[in-house]
């Protein structure tokens, strides 16, 4: 298979993290036998520091000519304390996916049984969860007008959803759950939110073409409260943009960390496919961010743009075969980890790629 993939490594430890995942892919197109091409773009503070936008044109038009692109994280401490800075790394992502269409971003939480101990949550109430987030992504209150009035008294950010966003979305998931267990949570705040109001009724129609899924409707509040408690009563959940990114932060410890976790934001064209963690400045050019959240990155690239179901299990099979043999990084070891099994980025990169290279080529 013949394939243009764009490595978008952005900020902090983007660029330590997709270096690994790039290496990957190469490892996989190596050993399956594929062309893979690579070509790398600016976007976030790099690109704003040398072009002086966070989306450079000549980026997009790289990202609107390639069959998937692999991302890394945007952000810089710089911003985070500046409210008044106009032009801001995060506004190259949320342009991007606009842009691109990716409405419908998924985020798998899936947890290898030997980080049980790495969670703050019980093992007993973790142990056999597997979710999938269908977060929006190119709607609600991070695209609806916004601004300030009164002579700076006053900011607003309007939450808003028109019918078609949260059809397309709503499909998306249900389409999913008939894979899985036939079942949808929708999380919104219809008890309060008009926006929310109008979620909920384009779900339920939505769910009328799919009669052999259970839907579910929770409050966002109550959802949060409950997945802590009870985190394998969850499914398939599809939920706003601002929602999503919340729920989606908290589920990430029932995964042990952050940095285990996957996420692809796919619409109507190209997939790209990224870390749920930010930049992390406090740890960036330590060289010990944990990799497998790209890597994994590139194991939903594979599946979901190119249809490479086998190499994409074989890199899930990687991973797992490495936290079995107990390595860890520093984000997910616990009391019981030796010291010479805690890896710096690469090394953890390398035993992943190490063990993709043992396996043989497939026969044709
Ligand atoms: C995410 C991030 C982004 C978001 C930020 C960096 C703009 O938190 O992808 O979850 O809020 O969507
Ligand atoms: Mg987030």
């Known amino acids: 298979m013949n394939k243009k993939i764009v490595v ?19 490892a996989v197109a190596s050993v399956f036998d594929h062309q893979f091409s690579f070509d790398t773009a600016l976007i976030g503070h790099a690109a704003i520091e040398s072009t002086g936008d966070p989306l450079p044109e000549a980026t997009l038009d790289k990202l609107r000519n390639c069959d998937a692109i692999l991302f890394g994280a945007v952000g810089h401490p710089k911003y985070d304390n500046d409210p008044s800075a106009k032009i801001r790394p995060e506004q190259g992502l949320l342009k991007m996916r606009k842009e691109l269409g990716l409405y419908a971003n998924l ?37 609806g007008e916004r601004g300030r009035r009164d002579n700076n008294l006053t900011a ?33 705040k219809a008890n309060v939110l008009e926006s929310s109001r109008l979620w909920r009724e384009v779900v339920q129609a939505v769910s009328a073409e799919y009669p052999d899924v259970t839907l579910e409707h929770q409050f966002v509040d109550s959802a949060a409260m409950l997945l802590i408690k009870n985190p394998r009563a969850f499914d398939v959940v599809v939920t706003g943009n ?8 908290e589920a990430s410890q029932i995964a042990g960390s952050m940095g285990m976790l996957a996420s692809a934001s796919v619409g109507d064209r190209v997939g790209l496919y990224e870390p749920i963690h930010g930049s992390a400045h406090d740890i960036t050019g330590k060289g010990i961010a944990n990799p497998l959240a790209s890597i994994l990155s590139a194991a939903l690239l594979l599946d979901i743009s190119f249809g490479l179901k086998s190499e994409s299990d074989a890199v899930i099979e990687a991973v797992s075969s490495v936290l079995k043999d107990g390595y860890r990084t ?15 980025t690469r090394q953890m990169g390398e035993q992943v790629e190490k063990r993709i290279r043992t396996l043989s080529k497939p026969a044709h």
């Open 8 to 26: 978008l490594p952005g900020d902090g430890i983007g660029q330590e993290v997709t270096a690994e995942g790039r290496a990957i892919l190469e």
């Open 156 to 188: 607003y950010d309007t939450m808003i959803y028109t019918r078609y966003e949260v059809e397309r979305i709503a499909h998306k998931a249900f389409a999913a759950a008939r894979t899985r267990r036939k079942k949808v949570m929708s999380v919104d």
């Open 330 to 344: 520093v984000d997910i070891k616990d009391e019981s980890t030796p010291k010479d099994k805690i890896l710096n």
């Open 107 to 143: 985020r798998p939480i899936k947890l290898f049984d030997e980080l049980l101990g790495a969670s703050s949550i019980k093992p007993e109430v973790l142990k056999g969860s597997d979710i999938l987030f269908f977060r929006e992504l190119t709607g609600d209150v991070y695209f």
């Open 242 to 249: 601002l929602f999503g990114d919340i729920l989606t932060d």
